[in-house]
């Protein structure tokens, strides 16, 4: 099945990021193996440049595959190559033989005359191209120089990738983040029960926080890319009114969570031991009121209650880790006494709860 990744090459002229169809051949459309046209490979040097052509574009040779859409709604961050998918074209290898072979093709390139059977990237380069069983002549003059058949390859490629028929600089277009489109509203990633989980959420401490979802459940998405396209093109009561309503129909709206946003709970649930130093104990107060308002969200009496003065896990936060935080003098040895594991029972019980309420859109 056909898939469409962001790739990274490294050619003499520098380093180039682009996007390439996997599988293309496998597709019932028009669309071909790589961002490009005319017999060219539209390529950027950052993931940001390819990620602005990429959502306000579509004069390219991937417009046309179901996928694009999908791609048009991406975030930003999904623009970067993967390391596995980086090839450095500057020396043979196995890896980047494959690539470069896939390059030739989509460039409606041949090698040139000569013996080349005993070189190892003949056994993967297309044959003459051909349109209903037509040789398509070609309108360019072969070079002459290069001592292997790779050189002749990574120069023909290395003439043929680079910006959009547009030229110049491209046009950094920064996607809004979603504070600005839908004012109150923040993207949120949870780590519980081994699962990342993209939701938003809206904070009111007069009203109570709200959460993407009928209260009782929390609307979640295992990628940002997932949310978005539920918010602004999903069809759920959820989606109704209420604060999400500017998200809808949109396609240029960044859905990454600020850094501070970004809460693991499992990882937070591993801090409670004796080896918990102050900045543990701070990232754990920091994240009470969060736990505290997913549970009363999610109407889980025992979570809310287990934050509770009088039960261990909210007497171990409130008396504790305040201690540990504050600097107090005597909080690491009173910590050396407290009995964790009906604590770290609480939280993991709590945790658990929470992600049993998550309802996943992917």
């Given at each position: ?19 390439y169809?996997?599988?293309?051949d ?8 790589f ?21 306000s574009?579509?004069?390219h040779?991937?417009?046309?595959s ?19 998918e ?13 690539m ?10 041949e ?33 002459s120089?290069g ?12 003439a ?10 491209p ?39 709200q ?19 539920f918010?602004?093109?999903?069809e ?12 809808r ?5 960044d859905?990454e ?64 880790l305040?201690?540990l ?11 050396r006494?407290?009995?964790f ?22």
């Amino acid at each position: 099945m056909p898939e469409i990744v962001p790739v990274e090459f490294t050619l003499p002229s520098g380093t180039w990021v682009t996007l390439y169809q996997r599988g293309w051949d496998d597709a019932d459309d028009d669309s071909l193996a790589f961002l490009g046209g005319d017999d060219a490979v539209y390529a950027f040097a950052t993931a940001e440049e390819l990620s602005s052509y990429a959502i306000s574009d579509d004069k390219h040779d991937l417009a046309d595959s179901p996928l694009w859409p999908d791609v048009r709604r991406w975030s930003r961050a999904n623009f970067t190559p993967a390391p596995d998918e980086r090839y450095d074209l500057r020396a043979p290898d196995d890896r980047g033989q494959e690539m470069l072979a896939e390059l030739l093709g989509y460039l409606r390139l041949e090698a040139p005359e000569g013996d080349w059977s005993q070189d190892p990237l003949a056994a993967v380069l297309p044959g003459p191209p051909t349109y209903t069983g037509i040789p398509v002549e070609m309108g360019y003059r072969r070079p002459s120089g290069g001592r292997t058949l790779w050189d002749w390859a990574v120069a023909e490629v290395d003439a043929r990738v680079g910006d959009p028929p547009s030229g110049g600089e491209p046009v950094l277009v920064l996607a809004p983040p979603i504070e600005e489109v839908a004012p109150g509203a923040e993207c949120l990633w949870l780590g519980l029960e081994g699962a990342g989980a993209h939701t938003l959420m809206v904070r009111d401490d007069e009203k109570g926080w709200q959460f993407l979802g009928e209260r009782g459940l929390v609307i979640a998405s295992a990628s940002a890319a997932g949310l978005m396209a539920f918010v602004c093109h999903g069809e759920d009561e959820a989606l109704e009114g209420g604060p999400w309503t500017p998200l809808r129909g949109r396609d240029d709206v960044d859905f990454e969570p600020f850094e501070d946003n970004i809460v693991d709970l499992d990882e937070l649930g591993s801090l409670l031991g004796p080896g918990l130093d102050r900045a543990g104990a701070a990232a754990l107060l920091d994240a009470r009121p969060l736990v505290q308002e997913l549970a009363t969200w999610l109407e889980l009496d025992a979570a809310v209650t287990a934050f509770d003065e009088d039960q261990p896990l909210g007497r171990f936060f409130v008396r504790d880790l305040l201690d540990l935080v504050s600097g107090s003098g005597n909080a690491s040895s009173r910590l050396r006494e407290v009995d964790f594991d009906p604590i770290a029972v609480s939280w993991q019980t709590s945790v658990a709860a929470i992600a049993s309420r998550v309802h996943w859109v992917d």
